[in-house]
């Protein structure tokens, strides 16, 4: 049985998402402030999504995510009252998966939880991949830069996984966000865009060297 920790500070709200995730066959994990959420988080290795709530008491959600992104890339959706643009973005800078604004139906809560659940385990071909001083290493979800392991978001792997594994090829905005984030997505092509640029900063000049930006079209990794 999956376990799921659903964190937010209005009990009405947790118990439902807790009551439906438990009729869809998960153990979820409840906590109602951002500092609750890291300890049960830590005291849970096992974890395998977080529903997050943004406005918490003691740790935002925000801080909270971008705390997880620190060790884990489990999958993250975030959900919450407010739908401004900011919210939004900076909830997936913070690393987050999804984003989902309430009030929403629990059953399409759901789906987006199987969903994630689906693509993080889904099985990549055993193999590794290397371009000058980066390695990806598919079978144990491994990125190594200049020998040292660097740690990124699911999202940003995927897409480095996508390029990486097929080198020289160019992937359209339109494909990167129907392979990595779904066709249900509802946010728009500039997702694809901050999760590219975040990629680049975390890899550095091997990054700005092999990330090509295709201008009007997508991306690609060009190989040496």
């Not at 869809?24 to 529903?51: C, H, K, Q, T």
């Not at 900063?201 to 092999?210: E, I, P, V, Y």
Request: some cysteine.
């Amino acid at each position: 049985m999956k376990k799921i920790l659903v964190a937010d500070d209005e009990a009405l709200i947790m118990n439902l998402v807790c009551d439906f995730l438990r009729r869809e066959g998960y153990e979820p994990l409840s906590a109602s402030d951002g500092e609750e959420a890291l300890d049960v988080f830590r005291n849970n290795p096992d974890i395998a999504l977080i529903i997050l709530d943004i406005m918490m008491p003691k740790i935002d959600g925000w801080e909270v995510c971008r705390t997880i992104r620190e060790t884990s890339n489990v999958p993250v959706i975030m959900l919450t009252a407010r739908s401004q643009e900011f919210d939004e973005l900076t909830g997936f800078e913070a690393g987050a998966d999804d984003y989902v604004i309430k009030p929403c139906s629990p059953s399409v809560l759901m789906k987006r939880v199987a969903a994630h659940l689906r693509r993080d385990q889904a099985k990549l071909v055993t193999t590794r991949f290397t371009i000058g001083d980066l390695t990806l290493d598919a079978e144990a979800h491994d990125v190594y830069l200049y020998d040292k392991s660097v740690v990124l978001a699911l999202k940003e792997y995927s897409i480095l996984y996508k390029l990486i594994s097929n080198p020289g090829r160019v992937f359209s905005r339109e494909q990167l966000l129907d392979d990595i984030w779904g066709f249900d997505f509802e946010g728009d092509m500039r997702t694809v865009d901050s999760h590219v640029a975040r990629l680049r900063t975390k890899l550095g000049d091997w990054g700005a060297k092999h990330i090509k930006t295709i201008y009007g079209t997508g991306y690609k990794i060009e190989a040496e």
